[in-house]
């Protein structure tokens, strides 16, 4: 499926979301979110996501925090990983730029009716613009899938790693040098995906499989594992 590569306009996907239909969100408890790690805003809210820049120090943490926010308190109607089933707007077409920031700050800070609730009482804006960031970040679904057969075939190779060690054939010492080389080409294909909403970084599976063989040892390789098994299941 071809996704166009500007988002809707803002008119047309407000209506969208006005629409009874479009949200669900009514029998969902929202739920706390600990932004520990991430910097107080204490100059009123601000305009544009202040953690958009991947290189800057807080995009890392602002990312797993917006990603476990998110999966509590939006994945339900919105769909896992931000991949809409329909019943809610996709997104991930929400273009990384101060005007759909304001457009998203204003819809999660106030609600819409009895369909989503208002969040400003219930999580600070460090939770909001994580959520932000997480959302932005979803990787282009043209660009994964031509990556799809290494990614599982890399899985697979994981998973014969681990039946090896524990059946005592192997040991991850003596993977060491295949998983540096896995976290090298992983962080190859990562680069070459972009995000959807012209985020300059992606936060594919294959760049958080690099992340997590980064650290070597047998634990990454089960971690790896399940990282791609859910991702490309959620890809399918």
């Known amino acids: ?23 669900g969100h009514g029998d969902v408890t929202p739920q706390p979110v600990n932004t520990d790690g991430l910097p107080e805003l204490t ?4 305009f544009e996501n202040p953690f958009r820049d991947p290189s800057g120090e807080y995009w890392e943490r602002a990312l797993r925090i917006g990603s476990s926010a998110y999966s509590q308190n939006c994945a339900r109607c919105h769909g896992l990983e931000v991949v809409s089933g329909g019943l809610a707007p996709d997104l991930r077409f929400l273009m990384a730029e101060e005007m759909d920031d304001e457009w998203y700050m204003e819809r999660v800070r106030r609600g819409s009716g009895d369909r989503m609730p208002a969040y400003e009482d219930l999580m600070n804006q460090q939770a909001m613009w994580a959520i932000r960031t997480y959302i932005e970040t979803r ?8 990556h799809m057969d290494r990614l599982r075939a ?17 040991t991850a010492e003596e993977y060491s040098d295949e998983i540096a080389d896995l976290h090298e080409e992983l962080s190859a294909i990562a680069v070459t995906i972009p995000t959807m909403s012209g985020a300059e ?3 594919s599976i294959a760049r958080r ?28």
């Open 154 to 170: 890399i899985r697979d190779g994981l998973r014969d790693k681990q039946e090896a060690i524990a059946a005592g054939t192997a």
């Open 201 to 203: 970084k992606a936060d």
């Open 1 to 23: 499926m071809t996704y166009p590569t500007r988002t809707l306009p803002m008119a047309a996907l407000a209506l969208v979301l006005s629409t009874g239909v479009a949200l």
């Open 209 to 236: 499989a690099a992340n997590i063989l980064a650290a070597g040892g047998e634990r990454s390789l089960r971690e790896a594992d399940e990282t791609l098994t859910v991702g490309l299941s959620v890809s399918r």
């Open 43 to 46: 100059d009123g809210w601000e």
């Open 139 to 146: 990787p282009d679904p043209d660009a994964m899938a031509e």
